[in-house]
């Protein structure tokens, strides 16, 4: 396919996506989170299997269509916290694990593509997340093979409603490579807690909370791969993050840039169209460019996944395209603020924008400082964490 | 790569890289992880850069102790990924 036909393809892919988007949300309008993920997912985003697209969107690969759809979500206008949990249960959860769980434990965990079952992905404790030698969370193999699992998880994505966490865990009290293992864990469970939504000022939409374990029992099939292999299998899930998760910022980003060229081309002062002034256009056209970039290098990752290459190959080119998202998603929004004039600070505006959920995108599926000190590390730098 | 001996040049390349200099010749049967040679990101590092020159795809759940604990259970390894892949007819 030529470069411009891959274009138009993507185009309609995102389209049809947002289509059927907008009815989901708007049937939906007013719901609680979980109406409105199954009636999202009901498009097909989160089935491991996609459709094969027809017709216009005929061509492209699973992890660009899945991408299209989660673009084409937000561009329907999707809430920004809505479309990062989907985004993070799509390329950080399910992705990464396919190629790893039999066909019999997928089955297992019930109907995750329809969205009756959530997933979460618990790997950050109190002490942090980008050291993931020191956890404490423990999983102590028992004399048939069982496993029980005690410990807290904190800060975890949709903790207070998810029904399965991939849960990282050590099952070895040394600080070596192997020490941890991932498990599939139950969360609907007694000796699961699950802490009160925690009152957070970012990606408001989607609640975050901690999980405390006292003493899970776990059947040995619920361990991921082999015993030790956590920490292989923790580079693959967040290189998938920092690849494919700021997938989500794109269809709000989108939506942002169309409204403010409308109201840069609507809105009159000094006798003239505000657009007119080539201080505003020269800031238009610096939103035009962050997305621009942002949407290149988070589609480029997508083929380059499409393509067969392994996750943890491209984890630089990831960390690189996770920092320069994130960090064209708080430039994108100060400009957008700057255009909105006081409207940006009233909320029923149409012009106000989330200043803090951009900024937040710096911290988390590896802070940005820690990933820059990644890339300079494999330039060969003595650099360590 | 052919054998165990080069993937010895290949794990002392990588260790030389993040160290800056040798202090340990690696052979066969060196304990790499007794010794405390590798740390977690050069486990990683050898596993994107045998991936890369055998063309072969590592299952993450296959990087476990077991199979590093020296380069010859490494190489063990690899020939079993090889010849798992062989089987199902992938390149």
Known sequence: MTAQGQTSVVENAVASAAKSARSALSRTTGADFRTRWKALAAEGLLSDAPRPPSGRAAGLGPVTTALAGIEGIGLAGAPAGLCYALASQRFGIQCPLRPVLSQEVRHSLGDVAGGDVLLCHALTEEGGGSDPLSMSTSAERQEDGSYVLTGMKAFVTAAPIADVGLVFARTSADRTPFALSAFLVDLRVPEVKRSDPFRKTALTEVPMGSLTFGGVRLAPDRLVGHEGSGLALLTVTTAWERAMLLSYALGPMRRVLERTVDWCKSREHFGRKMGSSHLVAARVADMALALHRSRELVYRMAARLDAGERPRQLAADAALTKISVAEDYVMFTQQATMLGGVRSFIEDSGLCPDLISPMAASTYAGPNDLLRVTVARELGLPVEN | ?91
């Not at chain 2, 001996?5 to 690696?26: M, N, P, R, Y």
């Not at chain 2, 590092?45 to 102790?65: L, N």
């Not at chain 2, 390894?77 to 992938?90: F, L, M, T």
Request: with cysteine; net charge negative.
């Open chain 2, 1 to 91: 790569m052919k054998n165990a001996d080069e993937l010895c040049s290949l794990i002392q390349e990588i260790i030389d890289e993040a160290s800056g200099h040798a202090d340990e010749k690696v052979d066969p049967s060196t304990p790499l992880l007794i010794s405390g040679l590798v740390d977690s990101l050069t486990i990683m590092r050898i596993v994107a850069r045998v991936e890369q020159r055998i063309g072969i795809s590592f299952p993450e759940t296959e990087v476990v102790a077991a199979n590093f604990r020296t380069p010859t259970a490494l190489w063990d390894a690899i020939e079993a990924v090889k010849g798992a892949s062989h089987s199902e007819g992938a390149v």
